[in-house]
């Protein structure tokens, strides 16, 4: 089945960091990716959409110079978060899928903690 | 605006059945997912309804109805590993999904 993988799964670093994401689709073609942000016991936050050679598209919040996104080819996309602080700390997950009215599949996740 | 609504916590017992409902108003309507997510796992698809009706799926099952904008996930013969959160998304006319809080669901022995 669809996998999609994502790396690293847990980061550890001081603030002021920056710190890149990466989600692969192994074996398919994805040319919308999704960055999600779940902070605990919460649902869900979509962050931003990925599209395969134009700029993300950002949710209403989201600071896009802060959260810098990537998606260089169809099966890769990247989320750098720029001079990470301890508020940044969160659980990050992307996700991708080959049509919209298809299920998304989700990387693992990253566990990101900013001291 | 659009919204997703679905109970907070569930509790049932092993063996038993629950049904998690689910709520939806979205601008326009392209299906209905859900997904389990364990504490602190990513989600995984369990399934899609796009027409009316009751989709079975072994011991999972999910039921639509368009017209009132409504959807639940039945479970059957629940195991402890079925303790989870339970995620629904409506996906909208757009094709983006709208995502609800989340259904704790705990299950007891």
């Known amino acids: 089945g669809a996998v999609v993988s994502q790396h690293p799964s847990w980061v550890i670093c001081k603030s002021g960091t920056s710190v890149k994401i990466e989600c692969r689709s192994l074996d398919f073609q994805a040319t919308t990716m999704f960055w999600y942000r779940q902070f605990p016991k919460q649902s869900l936050m979509l962050m931003a959409t990925s599209n395969e050679g134009s700029k993300a598209t950002y949710e209403q919040g989201v600071e896009k110079d802060k959260f810098l996104i990537n998606h260089a080819s169809l099966t890769l996309s990247t989320l750098t978060v720029t001079s990470a602080h301890p508020e940044d700390s969160s659980f990050y997950i992307c996700?991708?899928?080959?049509?919209?009215?298809?299920?998304?599949?989700f990387g693992d996740g990253t566990r990101l903690s900013i001291l | 605006g659009q919204n997703i609504d679905q109970p907070t916590e569930m509790t049932a017992t092993e063996g038993a059945i629950v049904q998690i409902n689910c709520t939806y108003q979205t601008s326009g309507f392209n299906g209905l997912f859900w997904y389990q997510q364990h504490a602190g796992e990513a989600p995984t698809f369990l399934s899609y309804n796009v027409l009316d009706g009751l989709e079975e799926k072994g011991r999972f099952s999910s039921f639509l109805s368009r017209s009132k904008g409504y959807s639940y996930l039945l479970l059957k013969e629940l195991q402890m590993k079925d303790s989870a959160s339970y995620l629904c998304?409506?996906?909208?006319?757009?094709?983006?999904?709208?995502w609800g809080a989340g259904t704790k669901l705990i299950i007891k022995p």
């Open positions: 998304a409506a996906l909208d006319s757009n094709y983006q999904l709208i």
């Open positions: 996700s991708a899928g080959t049509e919209p009215y298809q299920p998304q599949h």
